[in-house]
């Protein structure tokens, strides 16, 4: 009797591993089979998207660099509430005809900041704990950022002190950026009602 319950038991565990394997195959091959038809699981074809995004930034504008009581290190209400409005929307632009999701690099460097700063900040943070997948993906993120943009400023390393004329950087004008990325979001939500309404994605 005990040889006929483990067989039962062995069986009846086969036979759930091969109906989730299956189950799980048939899922796929369902959203293989979606994204080859569906208009809304398309890649942007052609070229009605460009590889960088224009906008006119105007003037470069400085930024006085210095220590500042927003945008901690560490996590709290206030600080997730700035570093979350540094990236609005997850920091998603759409483009071409079909509205295709993109991320701006300025946004995916931000975010990856936010990522490191919630690997660092998490509860019971040990030395040895090993950063998320999304704080390694980070990391290395920006440091190839930082060696793409090659910034040749010179930065003191003796004797810094508080100073009341911070250095200032000329940069590009990312209130700029931000005006065209709130413009661009509002169009996109137009066209999600004007989809919704004709029925197309």
Not at 102 to 110: A, R, V, W
Not at 176 to 197: G, R, T
Request: glycine letters at 4%; a neutral charge; hydrophobic letters at 35%.
């Amino acid at each position: 009797m005990k040889a006929s319950l483990e067989f039962s038991s062995k069986r009846l565990l086969y036979i759930l591993v091969f109906t989730n394997l299956l189950t799980v195959g048939l899922i796929q091959g369902f959203l293989f089979h979606l994204r080859k038809s569906d208009s809304t699981f398309r890649k942007v074809r052609g070229p009605d998207h460009p590889q960088i995004w224009t906008v006119d930034l105007g003037k470069p504008v400085k930024l006085y660099l210095e220590d500042s009581v927003h945008y901690e290190a560490y996590r709290s209400e206030a600080s997730d509430v700035e570093w979350e409005a540094l990236a609005p929307e997850n920091g998603m632009i759409y483009l071409g005809e079909n509205h295709e999701p993109f991320s701006l690099s300025m946004f995916h460097q931000l975010r990856c900041l936010n990522i490191l700063r919630n690997d660092l900040s998490s509860a019971g943070y040990m030395s040895n704990r090993t950063p998320s997948y999304l704080g390694q993906h980070c990391f290395n993120y920006l440091r190839q950022m930082i060696l793409c943009s090659s910034d040749l400023h010179l930065a003191p390393l003796l004797g810094y002190r508080r100073n009341a004329h911070p250095d200032a950087f000329v940069c590009r004008d990312w209130h700029a950026v931000y005006k065209k990325v709130e413009e661009n979001h509002h169009d996109h939500f137009l066209w999600l009602n004007a989809s919704s309404v004709t029925g197309r994605q």
